[in-house]
């Protein structure tokens, strides 16, 4: 009996001792008896919303943060939200000092205008590209084809072989409209404040700030923030459904008709979604840290940003140097003590920065969706899991430490949504204004302009360039074509030419090799033997009027023609008079230009 008793007394001890054990172990980032309790909370949890709310559904306009979208904002029970649309920009090229400036100077002074009274969201939603302006671009180029064949400038040949590589475009376009659907990000900045005119102007003068540095932006109107909230909850739906609809009805059409939520997903209106936070950040970061991250297909990312009040922020920076310094104190290892030493020093410059206004301290939270088609059976959950996995390894790649809040879905979904409350705010970092500058997520993942020609397909996205655009980056049409043999360079710009020339641009081509006649030919161009002269000339004395050098300093186009083709003679006598010297050169050249004023 007591041999009984004493294997009874060491397997209740030993049971006692494994209960702990299990309610100590990490789970999601957190212990075993946090997420218990937080499963508890979610089997007592309202699990369903609806429209038309019942028995088993709460009222769904009760869970919803915002109450209308009006007037260029959308208003909450106590305060407002703008939006601006930020259009992503080539960031990767350009110099170390040129990225650092734009980071430090620009987007970091966005940052910093947002007052202690406000808070801010900044936004990745991937949204169908629509291909409608393309279609009536190339409609217009159509047209003018028509009018210049009409004038005389086109025969009939060269009109039906640019007319075909529009229509052919246009098929393109239409296929692209009707039959794919290809998403893209896009870039958002929502300033949430009681106030709407402090909204109006931190919108505005980032809008201007983001000019400076050769960037698009705008701030939305009432129905673009209603397409914009409607991605926010499900990217199943059709934007121009928006258009019959009349602004008292934007709310309805805006927030789901179902939500339900479940242990570690959330289901919208029959599309289902998963969710990570980010609950780490890495202690060092490259410029542009957040292109990786927000540009992950097929996710809505949401970082929310919270301004601590100065007064807060010293203090609290106060408590964590005098913390670490003891800590320093207490250390005998030389490693842990160098970096508790880099890291007061950090602060200690932080806190200095903070003192003078030259930096804003905010709370950051870093939420992503992660949309999948339901699982309804066990391929479809597996594929939901491999999606999830893969996903969560580029993030973790990237130095993040993600929670993928089990139990918590509720909290996610308020705060992976439009509104200033953030629920989980045990994830909630302490980020300073440079630092979180350096994330800057809108950078070009493909070359889409506005207008051009469409050259052909990367990583799913249309490639549309240009050529004729000009900006701050865009100096001159001047390009290489590089590639190994065979990789299709001389197909490469036979497209080009081929496009070009729909665009009713004037073509010259150096053909030693004869490989582009069959291209002319076929385009209504002509073949001129320099050597024979057999099919024309060419006259090196005849000013091209339509030469307007990119080089431009602000000479009348007439004078700088001029002068650019005189530069063209010396170095056509340099070539045709092998040998001369330069006296007789400038005799020649002073003849030139004698001639010229006969």
Not at 24 to 36: H, L, N, P, T
Not at 83 to 94: A, C, G, K, N
Not at 242 to 262: G, M, Q, R, T, Y
Not at 496 to 520: C, G, H, M, R, W
Request: hydrophobic residues 40%.
């Amino acid at each position: 009996i007591a041999n009984i008793n004493v294997i009874v007394k060491v397997a209740l001890i030993l049971i006692v001792i494994g209960i702990f054990v299990i309610l100590f172990i990490e789970f999601d980032g957190e212990r075993f008896y946090k997420a218990s309790i937080k499963l508890i909370r979610y089997i007592f949890s309202i699990k369903h919303y609806s429209q038309s709310f019942n028995k088993t559904s709460s009222n769904m306009q009760d869970f919803i943060a915002f109450k209308d979208v009006k007037d260029g904002f959308i208003v909450y029970d106590k305060y407002f939200a703008g939006v601006m649309q930020i259009d992503p920009r080539e960031f990767r090229l350009l110099s170390e000092y040129r990225q650092d400036q734009m980071i430090d100077e620009y987007f970091a002074r966005v940052l910093r205008s947002i007052g202690e009274n406000s808070s801010a969201s900044i936004v990745k939603i991937d949204r169908k590209l629509m291909f409608d302006q393309y279609v009536e671009s190339e409609n217009k180029k159509r047209d003018e084809l028509y009018k210049i064949y009409k004038s005389g400038e086109l025969t009939e040949q060269e009109l039906h072989s640019r007319e075909k590589v529009i229509n052919d475009r246009l098929r393109t376009y239409k296929t692209l409209n009707e039959t794919t659907s290809i998403k893209k990000a896009f870039f958002y900045l929502v300033v949430y404040d009681q106030n709407k005119e402090n909204i109006t102007s931190i919108l505005e003068e980032a809008v201007e700030t983001f000019k400076e540095i050769g960037m698009t932006s705008k701030i939305l109107n009432t129905k673009e923030l209603a397409v914009f909230l409607k991605y926010n909850f499900t990217d199943n739906f059709e934007e121009k459904d928006v258009d019959a609809l009349h602004p008292d009805e934007f709310f309805n059409w805006i927030i789901p008709h179902d939500i339900e939520f479940k242990t570690s997903s959330t289901t919208v209106d029959g599309r289902e979604c998963t969710s990570l936070t980010v609950k780490n950040f890495p202690l060092s970061v490259i410029n542009a840290w957040g292109y990786k991250i927000f540009n992950i297909p097929n996710t809505k990312v949401v970082m929310n940003l919270t301004p601590f009040e100065k007064k807060k922020a010293v203090n609290m920076l106060d408590r964590s140097i005098q913390e670490l310094a003891s800590q320093s104190e207490a250390t005998f290892k030389a490693s842990s003590l160098i970096d508790k030493t880099t890291h007061i020093q950090t602060l200690i410059e932080l806190l200095r920065t903070l003192s003078n206004d030259n930096e804003t301290l905010f709370n950051v939270s870093l939420h992503f969706v992660i949309y999948t088609d339901e699982a309804s059976t066990k391929a479809k959950k597996k594929a939901r899991k491999d999606v999830k996995k893969t996903i969560k390894r580029i993030i973790n790649e990237e130095g993040f430490d993600v929670a993928d809040n089990f139990c918590n879905q509720q909290k996610f979904f308020i705060s992976s949504n439009v509104s200033r409350y953030e629920a989980l705010t045990n994830f909630q970092r302490a980020i300073h204004s440079t630092s979180l500058a350096a994330c800057f997520p809108f950078v070009v993942s493909s070359i889409m302009d506005n207008d051009g020609i469409i050259l052909g397909i990367q990583n799913n996205y249309p490639i549309v360039v240009d050529f004729f655009k000009r900006n701050e980056e865009r100096v001159n049409s001047n390009m290489v074509i590089m590639g190994k043999t065979g990789s299709g360079k001389s197909f490469a710009t036979k497209t080009i030419l081929t496009n070009l020339s729909a665009e009713n641009a004037k073509i010259f081509i150096l053909d030693p090799e004869n490989e582009y006649q069959v291209l002319a030919e076929n385009l209504g161009g002509r073949l001129i033997d320099v050597g024979t002269a057999s099919q024309g000339r060419i006259n090196p004395f005849h000013i091209i009027t339509n030469l307007d050098a990119d080089e431009s300093e602000g000479f009348a186009p007439s004078v700088n023609n001029f002068a650019v083709h005189l530069q063209f003679l010396e170095e056509f006598f340099r070539v045709a008079l092998d040998g001369i010297s330069s006296e007789a050169l400038e005799y020649l050249n002073n003849l030139i230009v004698e001639l010229y004023q006969l």
